[in-house]
């Protein structure tokens, strides 16, 4: 059985539907990752699996509970990611650490999970003078205090710097080999690529995908980035004639072809008939990037969200 299953899941603002059917689920003991396009859902749709908010429609099960409706045994098996403005700025590490730990009946000893997180040198700094990573370990470090087989992440890395966001990607993997299954919600597709098992794509309520990163990538029309500086001008009718290229185009002497293997083969052995060399040839598999791109219509708009309908504050 999946330990988590979300199935035909419905939920609407004002008549509109921000999730739409979503369906998925996560295997125990992986790291499962939801990707989308701001106002998507992704959200909405954690936050009904962590039984914050009430769905209209469909089944959550969550290791066999119903979030809506066994919220209390559920806060001991799923971990939750705080927001920063939950925690007081004058409380401590060591009071956040110890206040959260109360709350649970079988807590994890706070000092060694602490340490394990690097927050050992920091109990008696208050939250509100903490860096941005180091609040993002703390709350880390509050989601794993009751001992959760589940831990939910929503965007845990959007506000650090590039060395704070890999520091807390490893801390994320440790968290995965100690056996706890994670449920990412992520912006970053180097974050989905590096972490995830699997990633399911939601854009506007749907799921529109769901593979692994490199299922994902091997998906799009186009895998492959072929780009070359052409000792002399390819033959446009050539190049047009590419087998697999979705699109060629040529910038300050330097061409860059979207395709496949064969386009590769191929603008191979074009330079070779044609006695043409290349400078600079790469070739590069496309990105998780590139594949969401092609999976999402992405208008680029973020849509605002309704304060007047807020989640509640989880009480283990
Ligand atoms: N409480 C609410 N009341 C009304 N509309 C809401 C509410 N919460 C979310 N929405 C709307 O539902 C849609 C989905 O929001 P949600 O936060 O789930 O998306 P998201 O994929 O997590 O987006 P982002 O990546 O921007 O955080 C958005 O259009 C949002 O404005």
Redesign the pocket.
Known sequence: MSIVEVNELRKS??GKA?VDGVTFAVEEGEIFGIL??????????VECVEGLRTADAGTVRVAGLDPARDRRELTRLLGVQLQESELQARLTVREALELYAALYPKPAAWRPLADRLGLGELLGKPFGKLSGGQKQRLFIALALIGNPRIVVFD?LTTALDPRARRDTWEMVEDIRASGVTILL?T?FMAEAQRLCDRVAV?DRGRVVALDTPDGLISRSASPTVISLRPSEPLPDAELAALPGATSVAERDGRLTIHGTDETVNAVITLLARSRITARELRVVDTTLDDAFLGLTEQSGL?????P???PEVPAP
């Open positions: 603002y004002g921000v989308g396009p701001n106002g998507a859902g992704k959200t909405t749709t965007e919600v912006h939601i973020t849509e605002q969200s309704d007047a309908e807020q």
